[in-house]
């Protein structure tokens, strides 16, 4: 039978200290006397026992004491749990947190790459910067987008050519922030199919460009996560979660509120529980990283995360409610309160699943709160991209200049009420098509796979 090979060197060698440190911690046995020594023994029978259990019963007591804290040492030295002072409070990054949480309001992501907005056009719709300026600003100049949308996050394209629709965009009161990361690549082995974040080389200086001449105030960072008999690995969850604290530490050195998407997909057959374990798995690398880092400050950290569901090959599919309690519970278990929100990705679901899913979500909280239990420690939000622009970009292809945006608006409202914990009231004829296609729609099986892309695959 193989043995158990350590995590690392390090790691291995702190476990041996800890299990050295219980050996030694174990009274060990006196050796037998010679013939002819004596020993000294106590007098008086009775008492002299009584004194004799009492120094067996402390020895004991303190072996397992330290027996435990070694226990304790080689969990530590195995799992890379660590705790390190955070960051003073940057008062100032955790207002641009506070903006951007406005009870009615969500964050509009835009900020796909040229290769992953061209997946999305029309067949014979050209995929050139001049198609991806125009649909930007037709997003941007959506008459009244801002009365349901704090912030936008937008690809470093549109801030170099589209300058005076982000201008605008701040104008009307939207906070703009900049995708900073550089798409995946393979993690080895390549057969695994686990992919790591490029980007980091040359990220202070990026920050400071888009935060200093762009007017960005936040920025996002996307790590990716899939779903397997063998996957997330203990090694792509590592190598992730440090490059998301990374992120953390550079764009706070530069005055940007750093928002964390560590997304997993939805790809696979997994079952509901295997989603939330994987979940689970990833938001505790995440945290542990930055409770690592002695420059970064929790508070001013916004999460984005996917909705808890089953594959979206899987052969049950859940119903919204069902999406809820394990969302939250996966959440609540692994989200440290000093976090001032997370904000929901719509994952490739379609827009009414996506619509649904935050809805008994904020409703389910609304609940909690109802039962007489606390309310929860962190603000909840969206931050749509496909599950926003779906419709209009379809209606914007046909040439329906007012009617992609008025989609756009009316899919903003909608989320925000979803938001609050209200629905919509929908025509009757709109309610029986939605009936009808409930099943689908939840399952997720949109015309386009979740995930996938380079980039923001799972918005």
């Known amino acids: 039978m193989s043995k158990r090979q350590p995590a690392s060197n390090e790691d291995a060698g702190d476990a041996r200290d800890g299990a050295a440190a219980a050996a030694a911690a174990t009274p060990s046995r006196k050796p037998p006397q010679r013939d002819?020594?004596?020993?000294?023994?106590?007098?008086?029978?009775?008492?002299?026992?009584?004194?004799?259990?009492?120094?067996?019963?402390?020895?004991?007591?303190?072996?397992?004491?330290?027996?435990?804290?070694?226990?304790?040492?080689?969990?530590?030295?195995?799992?890379?749990?660590?705790?390190?002072?955070?960051?003073?409070?940057?008062?100032t990054l955790r207002d641009v947190a506070h903006q951007l949480l406005q009870p009615s309001k969500g964050i509009l992501a835009a900020d796909e790459s040229p290769g992953t907005f061209g997946k999305r056009l029309a067949e014979g719709v050209p995929n050139t910067l001049a198609v991806r300026r125009e649909w930007r600003h037709t997003l941007l100049t959506t008459p009244g987008l801002e009365e349901f949308i704090s912030g936008v996050i937008l690809h470093e394209e549109t801030f170099i050519h589209g300058e005076a629709d982000v201008k605008a965009a701040v104008g009307r009161g939207m906070v703009v922030g900049i995708k900073l990361d550089k798409g995946t690549v393979p993690m080895p082995p390549k057969k695994a199919g686990e992919v790591i974040t490029k980007g980091l080389e040359g990220l202070a200086q990026r920050c400071e460009r888009f935060r200093n001449r762009g007017g960005a105030l936040f920025a996002k960072w996307r790590a990716v996560f899939r779903v397997g008999p063998h996957t997330p690995s203990r090694g792509a969850i590592r190598r992730n979660a440090d490059d998301?604290?990374?992120?953390?530490?550079?764009?706070?050195?530069?005055?940007l509120l750093p928002l964390l998407e560590p997304e997993v997909l939805a790809e696979g057959d997994h079952d509901l529980h295997r989603a939330a374990a994987a979940a689970s798995r990833v938001l505790r690398g995440v945290f542990r990283a930055l409770r690592q880092r002695a420059d970064v400050d929790p508070g001013a950290v916004l999460l984005k995360v996917a909705f808890v569901t089953p594959g979206q090959q899987a052969t049950e599919q859940a119903e919204p409610a069902q999406v809820a309690n394990a969302t939250l519970r996966v959440l609540l278990r692994n989200v440290p309160r000093v976090v001032p929100g997370i904000v929901f990705l719509s994952g490739g679901q379609s827009e009414e699943a996506a619509t649904a899913n935050l809805l008994a979500i904020s409703r389910l909280a609304r609940e909690r709160e109802q039962a007489g239990k606390a309310p929860l420690p962190w603000a909840l939000s969206f931050s749509f991209g496909r599950a926003l622009q779906g419709s209009a970009l379809e209606a914007w292809q046909r040439g329906e200049l007012k009617a992609a945006q008025a989609a756009v608006k009316k899919r903003a409202r909608e989320n925000a009420q979803a938001q609050q914990g209200r629905q919509v009231k929908a025509p009757k004829q709109q309610q029986r098509a939605a009936v009808s296609a409930a099943p689908e729609g939840l399952a997720g099986s949109s015309g386009s796979g979740r995930g996938g892309g380079d980039d923001g695959g799972g918005k």
Do not use: E
């Open 36 to 91: 002819g020594s004596s020993t000294t023994r106590p007098t008086n029978g009775p008492r002299g026992n009584n004194n004799r259990g009492s120094d067996n019963t402390g020895a004991i007591v303190v072996s397992l004491l330290l027996g435990a804290a070694a226990i304790v040492a080689t969990y530590w030295a195995t799992t890379g749990i660590t705790r390190t002072r955070p960051a003073p409070p940057n008062a």
């Open 244 to 255: 998301l604290a990374a992120f953390a530490a550079a764009a706070q050195g530069c005055g």
